[in-house]
């Protein structure tokens, strides 16, 4: 699950945080961190989308076969670097959030009455049912998959992320396993609970780990669209500085019940990433083949596989 329920307000907010404050946040993490650079790990970032993994016009509807292909082409394009899957909670979680209240972000109300309290617990069962099929879809392909839900290791301050850096997910990477995160329902120290997206995750991942010795380098998007496209409905192959304010206009949020904002929210968190040097690839994960490639030669990143989301400028190295 994403963030935020999307109104004029939080569109707003979303778009006016892409800023140099924000980039720099995450960009200050990783230019901090004192481990020795031949000593560190590199991670790729894979997040399955839920309106890819599931039918999110009928509840709690698994994709089978496409998640089973999925997991099969992870198994076989995943080199043994450092590797983590997340995934979104379609039409599982998101019905479920939708009917408690829960939102992510800025805003909303305090959840504490009894009803709340049942509808925090429906939206993480569903949210974790589609997990453990997940978990199981990538074991069963033979990738050695590590449970890792953002609600055991963060807690949310109105809708930010906060906590210690994740060590039981940093041993796991330096053990070969392939962590596997998801959107959830978090505590929130002031409405009780908010939802954190796969989105969400990943920034606070990104700031988080290098301090642990670990650098994000790469996130790989797969949803149900080639990529970022304009109000033409053609693919924007690149998106930098010049013109990521036209693709925030054009990049709308989700057609299905979704309590993430879609492809917007999507494009804000990968803009973001990449003032820190990491760059994303937002592709088809339709496209049978198409991530199995992308793993296997991350050089498919510029030959028009999808759309590249880079700053431009080189990654900050470590002291």
């Not at 796969?198 to 080639?226: D, H, K, S």
């Not at 904002?261 to 592709?283: K, P």
Request: with cysteine; glycine share 14%.
């Amino acid at each position: 699950m994403a963030v935020g329920s999307r109104d004029a307000g939080t569109d707003e907010r979303d778009r006016s945080s892409v800023t140099r404050e924000s980039r720099d946040r995450v960009r200050s993490a990783i230019g901090n961190a004192g481990t020795d650079e031949r000593d560190r790990l590199s991670l790729t970032l894979v997040k399955l989308g839920g309106s890819l993994i599931t039918d999110k016009t009928k509840p709690r509807t698994v994709e089978k076969e496409r998640l089973g292909r999925l997991a099969a082409e992870i198994a076989a394009g995943w080199s043994g670097g450092g590797l983590l899957v997340g995934h979104g909670s379609g039409s599982f979680g998101h019905p479920e959030a939708k009917a408690a209240g829960l939102v992510g972000g800025a805003g909303g109300r305090r959840l504490d009455s009894p009803a709340d309290r049942m509808g925090i617990a429906r939206t993480q069962a569903a949210a974790q049912a589609l997990h453990r099929l997940i978990v199981s879809s990538l074991v069963d392909a033979g990738v050695p998959a590590y449970s890792q839900p953002p609600s055991g290791f963060l807690v949310t301050d109105d809708g930010k992320p906060h906590g210690p850096p994740p060590e039981p997910l940093a041993e796991a990477l330096r053990l070969g396993m392939a962590p596997v995160t998801m959107g959830d329902v978090a505590m929130d120290r002031c409405r009780g609970a908010a939802i954190v997206s796969t989105e969400t995750v990943f920034e606070f991942l990104a700031g988080a780990l290098p301090t642990l010795g670990i650098t994000v380098r790469r996130a790989v998007w797969l949803g149900v669209v080639p990529g970022v496209l304009d109000g033409e409905g053609r693919l924007i192959p690149r998106i930098d500085a010049s013109n990521i304010e036209a693709a925030l206009a054009a990049a709308g949020g989700s057609a299905a019940v979704d309590v993430t904002g879609g492809m917007e929210h999507r494009l804000v968190t990968a803009w973001r990433l990449a003032g820190a040097g990491v760059e994303s690839l937002i592709i088809d994960g339709r496209e049978p083949g198409l991530l199995e490639s992308v793993l296997r030669r991350p050089a498919l990143a510029a030959a028009g596989a999808g759309t590249l989301v880079s700053s431009g400028e080189q990654p900050r190295t470590h002291r």
